[in-house]
Nanobody
Framework: QVQLVESGGGLVQAGGSLRLSCAASGRTFGMYAMGWFRQAPGKEREFVAAISRIGGNTLYADSVKGRFTISRDNAKSTMYLQMNSLKPEDTAVYYC?????????????????WGQGTQVTVSS
């Protein structure tokens, strides 16, 4: 089992940047593929980005491609999401999630563990 804690959210103006972190408990972080999802008020949780166990494979939602970068540091049991050129439509609660399988997934049902989320608000 792994526990996940997100941090780094906040209020930023459009065009600005934020870096989210997801810290994992335990020493098995490298055994999980990891993902970032987000949920805006009144909307379903949606995929943002995912990364394989050792970081060699990444996937991005079309809406964030070229603006967001997912990365991980297995030695620190931490995953990151660098968000640049933020837009008001990026406003949401951002969640990190862990998946015990090898394949990098984009659907919420494939992930086994979730953090509590961190709020990102982008003002226009």
């Amino acid at each position: 089992q792994v526990q996940l804690v997100e941090s780094g959210g906040g209020l930023v103006q459009a065009g600005g940047s934020l870096r989210l972190s997801c810290a994992a408990s335990g020493r098995t972080f490298g055994m999980y593929a990891m993902g970032w999802f987000r949920q805006a008020p009144g909307k379903e949780r949606e995929f943002v980005a995912a990364i394989s166990r050792i970081g060699g494979n990444t996937l991005y939602a079309d809406s964030v491609k070229g603006r967001f970068t997912i990365s991980r540091d297995n030695a620190k049991s931490t995953m990151y999401l660098q968000m640049n050129s933020l837009k008001p439509e990026d406003t949401a609660v951002y969640y990190c999630a862990a998946d015990r399988t090898i394949v990098v997934h984009t659907t919420t049902t494939e992930y086994d563990y979730w953090g509590q989320g961190t709020q990102v608000t982008v003002s226009s």
